[in-house]
Structures are given as structure tokens and as C-alpha cells.
């Protein structure tokens, strides 16, 4: 990080398109934006093709021989299996109504960051390989022929696309470039070029059960961890269950948050949430070593690999003999469960319609998945009054709200979140329309772009987030910034320490945990964090 | 230098050169672009546009990707967004109907202004909204009112478009209209001024110039062309407007004629309509049946409650349970995790039966 630009270096107010003609203008990719290549390894345990130690700083990419007929068979049975492709390629008008909604695009400037000239890349080899006027008129017509610049260009760019969806709710047809990215990057994935920050969650997530590779006694140590400063703080020993036969209800969430500051606090506050149902209402519920995550990085590599990573989920909730499964607070994650798992690993005619066992509230819109969110669950806890909360406690934060991408564009979850902090919080404010709801803006670090060699990409990407976090923070001195994801929890703190440094980043389950009252709980002075609680900031000296 | 446009300006006005030209020099031509080439415009496009669709409907829909632009419907008490994240049938049809026809999710345009601050803003920006409902609108109505060129009767509802159309009068420059309704019609400005304008911001809006391919330039000038054109002989040449209906009413009966005293640049305005619609069907103006197959606007997003079945889903490797257990049993032992297979305790001398 130590060569990244100066905040105000990076915001560029003036950008304007090269002269060239962006088909004239040759990709330079560069460093700071790129994310390191795939490790051969992690390729190879997944079966994936060309597996080889490679750089795109190289020269050669070490492609297989007939790499061109590799794209163009992959582009054709892709038209035919997605009509999503297919539509998506014939009827874009070049509006540019989608142009400034990418943040990437906003942040870097670049124009084939605009997700019209992003679907371009693909959109001229279409034209190209598999439309008659695209062969008749050529360039004239917007079409061109595959070749390694080409493949380059899309490599840089597709890989600068968060799959956020923001482009889709603005453009007249419902253009998703984030489905055209999902393309790009399965076809090159054909050819072995994904980025190791992708490939290796992969390999690690079909071994281990999850992204981050913690192996079954690891991950219980790491609860055990939280248990005791749960302990600590509160008093109370709070004893989450594994992998147990019988039980009511599985439980899944992203891996990150077992791993790092701050996504841990939020794990924390789901094992004090499970532990007070349990108390009080003999509420059964079950993490699971195999199914240990709730995240999907083969998402971001291919709707194949998405699917053979998200197969443990029902594998697990079967074996395990659970009613219907809860999922923890993460983006992507959601966005496979409510619209690719039924259909790729359902039916789950194994499980049941999912019931709140404490408020006996049906989750009819779950009924067929029968996978409820957490925010879903705890909204409906603290509607009827189930959960002993005291607000207070949550009084030295001013909280806004960042919906994730997936959630917000995938799934349409605005309110439940908004609800649950509301009622365990004092101090909320939105941010300005435009960058909220459905028309929220990325973290700058989605689909599997949050590593550390392109910091540069991410603080740009991020930029319009921060900005909109700085308005409040200015405005209504909004001091933290809440989350339903973990990669969320990941990216923002980076994030906003180089935008908005006296920001912090909190999980929505975090702050309910604050405001829990356990039974038998010992004066609580800190929060989770170990921060003093408000009014007790001298309490130590 | 951009100057993409020139390519599709030159082609147009070639095309217009042509077939002025050639319309004035005899009866075959008049015969090539009065009844030869409508024919065969017309038969390309119904074959191309519905090859098109059949293609689109060929492909396989696999999940449902609805793009959520607002509330779901979740807990009985949290208000659901119903139109934008649409969980029936009906709901999909009124997102559908309300983007057809209002062009929705253009509305919601923002656009951004990067201020030293560093601040960022999103001001509503409704000029391409209003440009493209004021140009696919006054496309509309032309083409309804042509409709008169077509029947006989002329249908009451045409006659009222007409009369509707030319309501607001702006001023009676040439009092020459056969069909009894005096007047300028507002559509055919309209259309020309919303073409104008979607030109310009092609050539002026940095971004949408960048992005803009000589592809994009050309219907815009051969609409242009047409509009021209269709102005120009009702307001200037003032055409003989019963021979022209004579024309067009022998080819919708079979019966193609080429009466006397239409004059080149009908000619030119009828070959410009038969360009557009050979152009259609193999452009992105297939925009109008493309929408109606768009995933992420047609479909429901009820993707919880009701399973979505992909036609071609098939069986994949994964990792399961046992060989997950099989790797890690000793530690999950160890960790005091519960496992399925207890580890068995094997005795040195049988391990080295085995092997
Ligand atoms: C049904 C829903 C439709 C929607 C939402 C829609 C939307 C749009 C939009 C947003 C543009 C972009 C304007 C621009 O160029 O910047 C456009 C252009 C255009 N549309 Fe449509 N349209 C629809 C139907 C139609 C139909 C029925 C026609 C039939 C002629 C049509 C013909 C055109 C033409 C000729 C252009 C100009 C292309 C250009 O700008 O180069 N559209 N449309
Ligand atoms: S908004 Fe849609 S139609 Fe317009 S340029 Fe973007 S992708 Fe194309
Ligand atoms: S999906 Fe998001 S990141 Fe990708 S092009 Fe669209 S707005 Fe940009």
C-alpha cells in the first residue's frame, strides 16, 4: 500500500475519453489494478483448465493452442444456454444512460469502465464471430476479430467489474453487465486465466468447506476464541453447537467473519443471538465444519463452479437432518441463495417450510428454498418482542447503513436490515438518495476483487461509497457504518480509513449483540469491541 | 478527430443522391423503388424480426435473475415494493407495461457532478427521458397516420389521431390538405427535433460520443431522412397526395401501380422506409422485441417461494460430506467434533497386510 495514491491524488474531476477510438486504444494493464494470477495449485484441485504458473504482466500467457477456437465454441454454447447473453448482446443501443452509474468508472475514469464500453469487449467479438451485419460491416458496424490484445483488454476489464448490478437498474432494458462479466470470466476461465484471489477460495472452500481454508478443529477454536471473550465482556458462556445431528435449524455465514476484525464481532453477536434464543426458548440451532461457508467464490469464476460450491449447503442441511436452514449477513452469498440455489441444487424437498419456532411467523416468501436471512429472522424476533434489547448501549454510534449490492439489486432486502438496527440503535441516518437502496454503490471490492495488489482499483471503485459516507459523516456526524456482508466488513474499513479515516465498520449483528441483554449477564462496560460502553468511558480508571 | 458520424452522413445522403436520381429517369426505377423494393423491404423484415425473436426464444433461461429495484416481499408487515421487485405474474406485467411505455428505468437517470470537496452528486437528468419518449412517441403517431395510406376506409380511430395530432395548431403556412384537416402535425416535428436532439448529445456528451459507433449514426439520419423528406413534400413540393395513395394502396391490395405525377422525392422518401426496415431486424433497433425478452425485467422475483427449473442443469462434481471427513476425522476427533466413522484403530501388522 505504500505506493497508493494520495486520496487527492486519485479523485480525478476532469476525466475525459482518449482521443483514440477505444478499439484504437491499446490496454496497458497496470499495476496497482491487476490482481495477481491464479495459482496452478488451486486451478488444479478444482480441475480447472491450464493450470500453470503465469503473470499477465508477462509477455507470454502461455495460452493452449487453439485458445481462439476455445473462446468462440464457449461464446456459442453460452448464447445458447443464457438468453440473458444472447438478449444482452443484440440490444443495447448505446444510450449511455449506464454510463456514469458504474462506481469503477466514476473512480478510475477509465472508459471501458463504463459497463456499455465493458460489454462492448464481448459485444464486437459477437458481432464479429456470430452476426451477419457484424461480417459485412466490420468496424463500421462495431464488430472485430479475436485476438490476444482482445483477450487482454477483456482480462483488465473484467476483472475491474464488481457484478454489482448497478448498471442494470438505470439502463432501459434491464442490461446486467454484471451478466455479461459472469460471461467474460467463465470464458476465461477456459483458459485458465482467473485471479488467485478468486482460485484459491475456490480450491479452499471445496476442500476445507470455506474460502479461507480453516480446517474443521480450527474453526471450533476460533468459536472457542470468541466464546471466551464473550465471556469476558458479558459474563455469560454462551456454547455454540457442530455439526449436530437432529438439531432444528442449520446455520451458515461467510468465513470471513469467523477470521478477521471486525467480521468477528458480528460472529460474536450471532453466537450471543443463538444462545439467548436458546436460554429462553429452547432454540436448536447448528454451525456446521463442512458447510462452513456461507460466501461463494465460484460465483465469481462460473455458474459450474457456483453451483458445485454451494451443493454443500443442502448436502449439509440434509445429512444433518435440520427443519430449514438460517444464512448469516453476507452479500454475493445471498444473491446465489435466493436466485441460483433452488434451481441449480434444489428441490429441498428434504426440508420444511421455514417457521420462526419462537413467533411461529411463516417465512412464505422462503418457502420453497427454505433459507431464511438472519435479518429476516431477528426483524421478526424483535417484532414481536422477543428480544430484551437496550438501545443505550449502541449510543456512542451514529449509524448509517450500506446496503450490499446483492442484497439490495438481487434480492430487494432494504428494510429488514434498516429495521433491525432502528430498533437496537438511537442514532441512524441515511445517506443521500441516489447512493442507497436499490441504487447503492459497491464497496469497490465485490466478486472476489478485495486483494491487496489492487488497492488502487478498490479505493477507486470505492470512492462514490466513501463519498456519500463522508456526507453524513459531515452532516449528521455519523461515526459508523453498518453492514449486512462480510466482504463488506472486509473491504470498508480499508476503505473508509483512506476516505473517511473516523469511520468505523460494524456487521448489523454486532450492534444487536450490544444491546442484548443476556440472562444472568454481569455489568456489561464494554461493547464488543471492548470499547467502554456510553457513560462508562472513566468506569476503567 | 471522431468522426464516426461521417461515415452513416455520407451513406445517407448517397442514398439519397441515388434514388433521386434514378426515380427521375424513367418508369423502371419508379417500378424498383415503388413496388419492387417496399415488397421485398417489407417481406425482410417480417422474416428477419421474427427469426430474430425465434432466436432469442431458442435460447435457454436457466435462473431467475429479476433485477430487485426495490423492497421484497419478506415479513407480512414490511411494505413490499411490489412493481419493482415483482412477486406474481401480474406484477411483472405492469413493470413490463410501465417500461414499454413510460421507459421506467431511463427515468430514474441520474447524472454526476464531481465536486473539490471531494463531493459527489446525483441530480436527476430526464433529458434523455424525455428526448426518447418525445422521438418514439411522435414515431408512433407518424406511423399510425400513414395508416391512411393504407385503408379505405380511413379507420375513425386514424382520423382521430389525425385530428388530435394537428390540434394544437401552430400556424397554416400552405393550405393544400386534400384529406380535409388543415393543419401542421406536431408529430412530424417532434420527431424531427428529438432526432436532432439524440444527434447531438451523440456528438456532444463526451461519454455517449465515445461510446457511439458509426452504427449508431445511421438510423438516426435515415429517420431524419424520412421525416425530412415527409415534411418537405407536405409542407413545400406539396405532393399529389391522391396519386400517392393510389400507389401505396395497390401494393397492401396486390394490385402495385405506379401512378403519374409523383414526384423523385416520394420516391426517395418510400426507398428510405424500405432501407429502415431491411436495417431493422439485424440492428440493435430489434431494442423493441429485445426488451420483452429481457431476464431481468420479465421475470418474477419470487425466486424463494417458487422454484425456477433450468432446462439444462446437470450433475457436477462436489466435495462431499464423507471425503470431507475422511481428510480431517483424526483432528475432528481430536477437536471433539462429532463424526460419522469412528477412526479405527488399526494395529501396525494390518496395515502392512493391506499394502
Ligand atoms: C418498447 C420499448 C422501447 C424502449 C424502452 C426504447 C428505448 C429507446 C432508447 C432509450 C433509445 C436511445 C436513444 C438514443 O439513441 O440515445 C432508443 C432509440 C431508438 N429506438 Fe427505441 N425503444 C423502444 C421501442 C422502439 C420501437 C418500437 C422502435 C420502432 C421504430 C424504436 C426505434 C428506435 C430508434 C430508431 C432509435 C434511435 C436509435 C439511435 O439512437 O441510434 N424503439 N430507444
Ligand atoms: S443503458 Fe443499456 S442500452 Fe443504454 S448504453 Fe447502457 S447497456 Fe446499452
Ligand atoms: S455490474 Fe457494477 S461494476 Fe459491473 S459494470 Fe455494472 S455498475 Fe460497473
Known amino acids: 500500500m505504500s505506493d497508493l495514491l494520495k486520496p487527492e491524488e486519485l479523485y480525478k474531476t476532469d476525466s475525459r475519453p482518449p482521443r483514440t477510438d477505444w478499439m484504437d486504444t491499446p490496454v496497458e494493464i497496470r499495476r496497482g489494478i491487476a490482481c495477481y494470477a491464479g495459482n496452478p495449485k488451486s486451478l488444479e484441485y478444482v480441475g480447472l483448465p491450464n493450470a500453470r504458473k503465469w503473470s499477465c504482466f508477462d509477455e507470454d500467457w502461455q495460452l493452449p493452442e487453439n485458445w481462439q477456437e476455445i473462446i468462440h465454441e464457449g461464446f456459442k454454447e453460452r448464447l445458447e444456454k443464457f438468453r440473458s447473453f444472447k438478449v444482452f448482446m443484440d440490444i443495447c443501443v448505446r444510450c449511455g444512460a449506464c454510463a456514469d452509474k458504474c462506481h469503477f468508472f466514476i473512480g478510475t475514469g477509465d472508459p471501458k469502465n463504463m459497463p456499455v464500453l465493458r460489454a462492448e469487449l464481448l459485444r464486437s467479438i459477437y458481432r464479429n464471430d456470430f452476426t451477419r451485419a457484424g461480417k459485412i460491416l466490420g468496424k463500421l458496424g462495431g464488430a472485430r476479430p479475436m485476438t490476444l490484445e482482445v483477450l487482454r483488454e477483456w482480462w483488465y476489464y473484467m476483472f475491474q467489474c464488481s457484478e454489482c448490478r448497478r448498471c442494470s437498474v438505470f439502463c432501459p432494458y434491464g442490461i446486467d453487465t454484471a451478466e455479461i462479466t459472469m460471461m467474460g470470466r467463465e470464458l476465461l476461465n477456459l483458459l485458465g486465466l482467473n485471479i488467485d484471489w478468486i482460485a484459491t477460495p475456490v480450491a479452499n472452500c471445496y476442500r476445507t468447506g470455506n474460502h479461507l481454508g480453516i480446517q474443521p478443529h480450527a474453526f471450533k477454536d476460533m468459536l472457542e476464541f470468541f466464546q471466551e471473550d464473550i465471556e469476558e465482556i458479558t459474563g455469560v458462556l454462551v456454547e455454540p453447537q457442530y455439526n449436530k445431528v437432529g438439531a432444528d435449524i442449520l446455520f451458515i455465514t461467510p468465513s470471513g467473519d469467523v477470521f478477521a476484525d471486525p467480521g468477528t464481532y458480528t460472529c460474536m453477536g450471532y453466537m450471543m443471538l443463538f444462545h439467548y434464543l436458546k436460554e429462553k426458548y429452547g432454540f436448536d440451532i447448528t454451525w456446521s465444519t463442512y458447510a462452513s461457508e456461507g460466501g461463494n467464490f465460484g460465483f465469481f469464476t462460473s455458474h459450474e463452479m457456483m453451483k458445485r460450491l454451494n451443493a454443500k449447503m443442502y448436502a449439509e442441511a440434509k445429512r444433518l437432518g435440520v427443519k430449514w436452514i438460517i444464512g448469516g449477513e453476507c452479500g454475493h452469498m445471498w444473491r446465489v441463495i435466493n436466485q441460483y440455489m433452488d434451481t441449480m441444487n434444489g428441490p429441498a424437498d428434504f426440508l420444511e417450510e421455514p417457521v420462526s419456532p419462537i413467533t411461529g411467523t411463516k417465512f412464505e416468501n422462503a418457502k420453497s428454498t427454505k433459507m431464511v436471512h438472519i435479518t429476516e429472522f431477528t426483524a421478526d424476533l424483535i417484532k414481536h418482542g422477543k428480544l430484551e434489547l437496550d438501545k443505550s448501549r449502541n449510543d456512542n454510534l451514529s449509524v448509517t447503513f450500506h446496503d450490499s449490492c446483492n442484497p439490495a439489486r438481487g434480492m430487494g432486502l432494504l428494510d429488514e436490515p434498516r429495521y433491525v438496527i432502528q430498533n437496537v440503535c438511537n442514532k441512524f441516518h441515511e445517506m443521500p438518495a441516489g447512493t442507497i437502496r436499490e441504487q447503492t454503490f459497491c464497496c469497490g471490492s465485490g466478486s472476489g476483487l478485495n486483494a491487496g495488489e489492487d488497492m488502487e482499483l478498490r479505493m477507486a471503485g470505492g470512492l462514490p461509497r466513501a463519498n456519500a459516507v463522508k456526507s453524513v459523516h459531515e452532516s449528521k456526524g455519523v461515526n459508523t457504518l453498518a453492514t449486512i456482508c462480510a466482504i463488506d466488513r472486509a473491504a470498508l474499513p480499508d476503505l473508509m480509513s483512506y476516505w473517511v479515516p473516523e469511520v468505523e465498520v460494524y456487521g448489523v449483528h454486532e450492534m444487536v449483540a450490544n444491546a442484548l441483554i443476556l440472562q444472568g449477564e454481569k455489568d456489561r462496560d464494554t461493547d464488543l469491541r471492548g470499547e467502554p460502553l456510553p457513560g462508562m468511558e472513566d468506569s476503567d480508571e | ?355
Not at chain 2, 421485398?40 to 435457454?60: C, E, M, Q
Open chain 2, 1 to 355: 478527430m471522431n468522426l464516426k458520424y461521417m461515415y452513416s452522413l455520407l451513406a445517407v445522403i448517397v442514398l439519397f443522391l441515388v434514388s433521386y436520381i434514378l426515380a427521375g429517369t424513367g418508369m423502371a426505377f419508379k417500378v424498383l423503388f415503388g413496388i419492387i423494393l417496399p415488397y421485398a423491404a417489407l417481406l425482410t423484415f417480417i422474416i428477419g424480426f421474427i427469426s430474430r425473436i425465434r432466436n432469442w426464444a431458442r435460447s435457454a433461461v436457466p435462473f431467475r435473475i429479476t433485477t430487485t429495484c426495490g423492497q421484497q416481499k419478506s415479513l407480512p408487515w414490511i411494505k413490499p415494493n411490489a412493481i419493482d421487485n415483482p412477486f406474481s405474474k401480474g406484477a411483472v406485467v405492469i413493470r413490463m407495461f410501465l417500461e414499454i411505455v413510460l421507459f421506467r428505468s431511463l427515468f430514474r437517470n441520474t447524472r454526476l457532478k464531481m465536486k473539490a470537496g471531494p463531493k459527489i452528486t446525483y441530480n436527476l437528468e430526464i433529458f434523455l427521458w424525455v428526448g426518447a419518449l418525445a422521438f418514439h412517441y411522435a414515431f408512433l403517431t407518424v406511423l399510425l397516420r400513414h395508416l391512411r395510406f393504407f385503408t379505405e376506409p380511413v379507420p375513425i380511430l386514424v382520423q382521430l389521431l389525425e385530428t388530435v395530432d394537428s390540434f394544437f395548431r401552430i400556424e397554416i403556412l400552405y393550405d393544400i390538405n386534400q384529406f380535409g384537416l388543415p393543419g401542421v402535425y406536431i408529430s412530424g416535428l417532434v420527431l424531427l427535433a428529438a432526432v436532432t436532439y439524440l444527434f447531438l448529445r451523440r456528438v456532444f456528451i463526451p461519454n455517449v460520443k465515445y461510446i457511439s459507433l458509426a452504427a449508431d449514426f445511421f438510423p438516426l439520419f435515415l429517420i431524419f431522412g424520412i421525416a425530412f423528406t415527409g415534411i418537405l413534400m407536405r409542407y413545400v413540393t406539396k405532393i399529389d397526395v391522391v396519386a400517392a395513395k393510389e400507389l401505396t394502396m395497390g401494393l397492401v391490395s396486390f394490385h402495385p401501380t405506379i401512378p403519374e405525377g409523383l414526384a423523385s422525392i416520394f420516391y426517395v422518401h418510400i426507398f428510405f422506409v424500405s432501407i429502415l426496415l431491411v436495417y431493422f431486424p439485424f440492428s440493435k433497433l430489434m431494442h423493441i422485441g429485445g426488451i420483452f425478452f429481457s431476464p431481468t425485467r420479465n421475470m418474477t422475483a419470487d425466486t424463494r417461494a417458487t422454484r425456477h427449473i433450468n432446462p439444462w442443469n446437470y450433475p457436477v462434481h462436489v466435495h462431499t460430506y464423507e471425503e470431507y471427513e475422511d481428510e480431517f476425522r483424526e483432528k475432528m476427533v481430536e477437536a471433539g467434533l462429532p463424526v460419522v466413522k469412528q477412526p479405527v484403530e488399526t494395529p501396525p501388522e494390518e496395515t502392512e497386510k493391506k499394502e
